[in-house]
């Protein structure tokens, strides 16, 4: 594919008019006409402005052959452009991620448990029982809300990112044999929130191959049912059976009953929501769906008044990635210019860093005792 083909793609990719792009990029309407007929070419300058614009690299528009942007598979899609924009910024940051990595010597291969493809005849229970494997292989414990980030991040290799978007009660995964997995959380959404979206993504990761082809290219959206299976792998990941029954058994210990007070005790226990723990009540106590309903409705309603358990602005990428950068910069794999769009900082706030850095150097002598 040409440069020029590549370049209208990733407009069209965004459902961007040259008018918009234009205006963000800071390039003539007829200019990027030209681009796009082939008629010119584009200064290495004006590549980088537009590259950025489509939230690609430089290199995606320079390398040979076309490699089809990896599928990006939402719980909830939001409008166009909103959702085009967020899945080129979601897979760009984890392709920067990558370069990153490569840069610093310290690539991770993604360490997620196999789930063959052959797994068919998917049920609740076998959602389930994934969990219970999931947990036990990645040594999650008894609270896995508590460190399941980290896990995710440090042990198995997937890039977590959060970004403010519509619709909050949604998040997104990616596949790609470039980056590894990757996933995008809401940083509007509280941390009991996250903590679900984040397990419901990790079931997709875990059974891409199970209800999709390959990792590139286009696919199909979750189907109901997949998605009903994603939520019950995420409350049983989140709320093990046997830690969660003693902690419903401890609340109802008097009545019999658990109310209002014991369901909001339980959710703090285990970081989620006063609605996750009814549905889980229901699972592990086998009551029928009809008879918790209107549990659920009456609790939406009182919940949000009551839910006021800690709230934080997650960072939007994660620590690890801002280290290795920074690390980069001071190693001169990458130059100021690429440190402050990776950081998403201005270039002179990364001039300043630059130059703190040179001034404060900190070293410690570790001898042998």
């Known amino acids: 594919m040409e440069l020029s083909e590549r370049l209208k793609c990733a407009r069209l990719a965004l459902k961007l008019t040259l008018e918009a792009v234009s205006e963000r990029a800071g390039i003539g309407v007829s200019t990027l006409s030209e681009f ?44 166009s452009p909103s959702a085009e924009e967020l899945e080129a910024t979601l897979l760009g940051l ?16 993604i360490e997620l448990p196999v789930v063959p493809a052959s797994d068919l005849g998917w049920t609740y229970s076998t959602a389930a029982s994934l969990a219970r494997r ?26 977590i990112f959060h970004l403010e978007f519509e619709p909050t009660g949604s998040a997104a995964c990616a596949l790609s044999d470039q980056f590894g997995a990757a996933i995008l959380l809401n940083a509007k959404s509280v941390r009991w929130r996250r903590n679900f979206d984040l397990a419901h993504e990790l079931f997709h990761l875990l059974t891409w191959k199970c ?33 969660f029954r003693e902690a419903v058994d401890a609340s109802r210990r008097d009545s019999g009953k658990i109310g209002f007070d014991g369901l909001f005790e339980v959710a703090r226990e285990f970081d989620v929501s006063v609605e996750a723990v009814v549905w889980q009540i229901g699972f592990v106590y086998r009551l029928a769906s009809e008879k918790l309903q209107p549990t659920v409705d009456s609790l939406r309603e009182r919940s949000g008044a009551w839910d006021v358990r800690e709230t934080d602005t997650p960072p939007r990428r994660p620590l690890r990635f801002e280290a290795l950068a920074r690390q980069a910069l001071r190693k001169g794999m990458i130059s100021t210019g690429r440190y402050a769009e990776y950081v998403g900082i201005s270039r002179r706030d990364a001039m300043k860093l630059v130059e703190q850095d040179a001034t404060e150097d900190v070293q410690i002598d570790v001898a042998d005792s």
């Open 134 to 159: 999931m947990r036990n292989e990645l040594g999650l414990g008894d609270r896995p809300g508590q460190t399941l980030l980290r896990v995710l991040e440090e042990v198995c290799g997937v890039k």
């Open 94 to 109: 984890a392709d920067q991620y990558r370069v990153l990595e490569a840069l610093c010597g310290q690539h991770t291969v």
């Open 36 to 79: 796009e007929n082939g008629r010119r070419e584009p200064r290495l300058g004006q590549l980088k402005q537009l590259a950025e614009t489509y939230r690609r690299s430089v290199a995606s528009f320079l390398e040979e052959g076309e490699s089809p942007a990896p599928c990006v598979l939402w719980r909830q899609r939001p409008e």
């Open 211 to 243: 209800f999709r082809h390959d990792v590139g290219g286009p696919a199909s959206p979750p189907s109901a049912i997949e998605e009903k299976l994603a939520t019950c792998f995420a409350r049983n990941l989140l709320m093990p059976e046997e830690v």
